[in-house]
């Protein structure tokens, strides 16, 4: 079966913390994943996919294969950080998302 | 360029009514997908079109339907509705390799 599960519905730190958002796939292939955040009343939009190994907004994501997991990392969260976080494992040979249902990343100041 | 574009907004419909959801996808992009998101979850592929054609399909019954036009737009049908189809329907679009999928803000549907 194709999933992926995020284990935290709500994650709260404070400005300056470092932060773990936490995902784990289950795919018998080689899978793309991805990282999508939406902010307050803004539309889902793509932060990072592990095939491109970049830190966008100072957050980076590694694939592991062994523990099929795609945690994204960032060593200081600030406030503008505070939305929610969705990943998501597109199957190969698809041109589909497959998502998690997210976590809600909230930094207190 | 105004990215993925969606119509309308927001709508409340009634138990066993029917909907249609429009889309216009970002330019240069020929591949539209549909996602439904429930509150408190992530978005649930629907099914997706290219060439006119739905290529790919979620775990969707036949009530959910559409269709893509010759500019690349396309439409989301959903007929009978459910209490339980109340939503957020994404439209995604991105051009044939997939690497990147574009969001647009979605439509709410609510079903009374």
């Excluded at chain 2, 138990?15 to 429930?38: E, F, I």
């Excluded at chain 2, 439409?75 to 995604?92: R, T």
Aim: charged fraction near 20%; hydrophobic fraction near 30%; proline fraction near 5%.
């Amino acid at each position: 079966a194709q999933r992926v599960t995020q284990p935290e519905k709500l994650l709260s730190v404070f400005k300056g913390a470092p932060v773990e958002l936490k995902c784990n796939y289950s795919y018998s292939g080689s899978p793309e994943l991805f990282w999508y955040v939406q902010y307050s009343r803004q539309r889902l939009q793509l932060l990072l996919r592990h095939i491109s190994r970049e830190s966008i907004k100072g957050f980076t994501a590694d694939l592991n294969k062994g523990e099929t997991s795609f945690h994204l990392k960032k060593p200081f969260a600030q406030e503008e950080d505070s939305a929610m976080y969705y990943c998501a494992l597109k199957p190969g040979g698809y041109n589909k998302l497959i998502f998690g249902a997210g976590t809600r990343l909230a930094v207190h100041p | 360029d105004a990215g993925v574009t969606q119509s309308p907004t927001h709508l409340i419909k009634t138990r066993g009514q029917q909907v249609t959801l429009r889309c216009s996808p970002k330019s240069g992009h020929d591949t539209v997908s549909w996602y439904q998101q429930a509150l408190g979850q992530g978005p649930q592929f629907i099914f997706q079109y290219y060439e006119e054609e739905e290529r790919q399909r979620g775990n969707f019954p036949d009530r959910f339907s559409g269709h893509q036009f010759p500019n690349y737009s396309s439409e989301l049908n959903v007929n009978a509705l459910l209490l339980g189809d109340s939503a957020l329907y994404l439209c995604a679009s991105s051009d044939g390799s997939g690497n990147t999928i574009y969001f647009g803000e979605g439509s709410w549907l609510t079903v009374v």
